[in-house]
């Protein structure tokens, strides 16, 4: 996966359900990354879920979108 050779982390990472890029409204194509969570949840609580979390931080420190979803909607709103 290309990711990897721009996106490093001394902690431990884990990639997100759904990885690929996106286009801004700039025209920019910029990376989307998305962890898809069951309905109700709101934040990481154990390892799994915080080195996902460390992934995403990741691709919003570059630029990209990244979130945790537990819906379409959400996705949709981070797009917007």
Same mark, same amino acid.
């Given at each position: 996966? *290309?990711?990897?050779?721009?996106?490093?982390?001394? *902690?431990?990472?884990?990639?997100?359900?759904?990885?690929?890029?996106?286009?801004?409204?700039?025209?920019?194509?910029?990376?989307?990354?998305?962890?898809?969570?069951?309905?109700?949840?709101?934040?990481?609580?154990?390892?799994?879920?915080?080195?996902?979390? *460390?992934?995403?931080?990741?691709?919003r420190?570059?630029?990209?979108? &990244?979130?945790? *979803?537990?819906?379409?909607?959400?996705?949709?709103? &981070?797009?917007?």
């Amino acid at each position: 996966v *290309a990711f990897y050779t721009v996106f490093r982390s001394p *902690a431990p990472i884990r990639l997100p359900d759904i990885l690929g890029y996106a286009l801004a409204p700039t025209g920019w194509i910029i990376p989307l990354a998305i962890e898809v969570k069951r309905e109700g949840f709101s934040k990481p609580t154990d390892q799994r879920e915080r080195e996902q979390a *460390a992934f995403l931080q990741i691709v919003r420190n570059h630029g990209g979108v &990244a979130l945790f *979803a537990t819906s379409a909607e959400d996705v949709a709103n &981070a797009l917007r």
